[in-house]
């Protein structure tokens, strides 16, 4: 299958009201009620099969989220699978080989660095299904998926982080400080994609606003930036964050499952009144423990992806063809703003509700050399 280099456009967000309505609602309305009859009409000896990349299942951040899209699957079609957990790189080749020895029929891998692993046991196991969150599995870069019997689950989360990057933008101009800063895990697109579309949306609130707000850690046109090698909330990752906030920002958006524990840990010993943006999941229900210094966090809907994916297969109709999340199917949005909402500038929610539409629209258009 090819794959389509077309860079997606970018971002808005809808009024308060849409902001809980999207954060509430994990997928397009007809996503519930498709399945109803689903486990009445399974594939015989079904069994769905999720191998995780290191970070593990309580990372509130995208192995979370896919875990809860296979577990939500199964008790709805009454099947039993098997979850795989890696701790680090050297675990997914050997969890591939033992979710096939297991007689798993769907194999779903989580996250960009399990490609290679993935279409080595996919061409090597032609009659089983596999999906990939996060990636084309085109290992060779030609641009085609690399097995026929591989669905990738990508999502444009440029869309959504041109929203955030807005909002940060205009919460940094509202204190004085117009600085805001950003850093990654590892540097692969499916972590990029959310620092340029960060970057776009405070670039466009500066244009709107006549502002002169500054991004650190991250540039889009060099494609360098801050990062810490890995997704580990570690010393390495506290560190990266601190000199991110050295630069004197006050928003930061950390990008990599567990990486933000760290941002946390950062802010929390400068004593500044830095809040940080969440990502994949929305952070300040995942994690109450971060929710006063979280503003809004970038969504991608993970978990729907999964379980359509899973149903599919358990009832034979599994389609290779990739599945793009959008701001338009919303597969990426922004969360709402909790707390915070009433401390907003004024008007940015209404300001967001119209980026949201003139993207749908077409009417703006952005590019990030990380969207799918």
């Known amino acids: 299958m090819t794959i389509s280099t077309k860079k997606r456009v970018l971002v808005g967000l809808a009024a308060a009201s849409m902001f809980v309505a999207l954060a509430g609602c994990a997928s397009a309305p007809e996503a519930s009620t498709e399945t109803t009859d689903a486990a009445s009409d ?14 593990g299942w309580n990372d509130k951040s995208f192995n979370q989220s896919a875990k809860a899209g296979l577990d939500s699957a199964m008790e709805e079609l009454g099947v039993e699978g098997l979850e795989l957990e890696s701790t680090s790189e050297n675990d997914y080749a050997p969890n591939m080989e033992t979710a096939v020895s297991e007689g798993c029929t769907l194999i779903v891998s989580v996250g960009f660095n399990l490609s290679a692993a993935t279409v080595e046991s996919a061409t090597a196991n032609p009659e089983v299904n596999y999906a990939i969150i996060d990636d084309y599995a085109d290992t060779d870069f030609d641009g085609t998926t690399d097995a026929d019997n591989i669905k990738p689950l990508v999502f444009n989360t440029a869309e959504a982080a041109y929203l955030g990057g807005y909002a940060a933008a205009a919460w940094s101009a509202q204190s004085g400080v117009n600085k805001v800063g950003t850093f990654g895990g ?6 990029a994609v959310f620092m340029d579309g960060y ?38 990752a506290k560190q990266t964050a601190q000199g991110v906030l050295d630069q004197g920002v006050d928003v930061i958006l950390p990008v990599g499952g567990p990486i933000y524990q760290s941002a946390a840990a950062a802010i929390t010993d400068s004593g500044e009144e830095t809040v940080m943006l969440g990502v994949d999941s929305d952070l300040a229900v995942a994690d109450d423990s971060v929710a006063a210094i979280t503003l809004v966090s970038i969504m991608k809907a993970i978990d729907v992806a999964v379980h359509d994916a899973v149903v599919s297969a358990a ?3 599994f389609d290779v063809a990739p599945y793009v999340g959008t701001l338009e199917n919303e597969g990426v949005k922004l969360s709402s703003f909790h707390d915070f909402e009433s401390q907003l500038p004024e008007g940015l929610v209404d300001e967001l509700a119209a980026l949201q539409e003139a993207i749908i629209a077409g009417d703006i258009t952005v590019e990030s050399p990380n969207s799918p």
Request: aromatic share 10%; glycine share 14%; proline share 3%.
């Open 186 to 191: 590892m540097q692969i697109p499916s972590v």
């Open 199 to 236: 970057q776009l949306g405070v670039e466009k609130y500066n244009e709107d606003k006549g502002a002169a707000v500054e991004v650190f850690g991250w540039d889009t046109e060099s494609q360098e930036g801050s990062f810490t090698g890995g997704f580990d909330a570690n010393d390495t």
């Open 315 to 317: 009832t034979g109709e």
């Open 42 to 55: 399974i594939v015989e000896g079904f069994k769905p099969c999720l191998i995780s990349d290191a970070g």
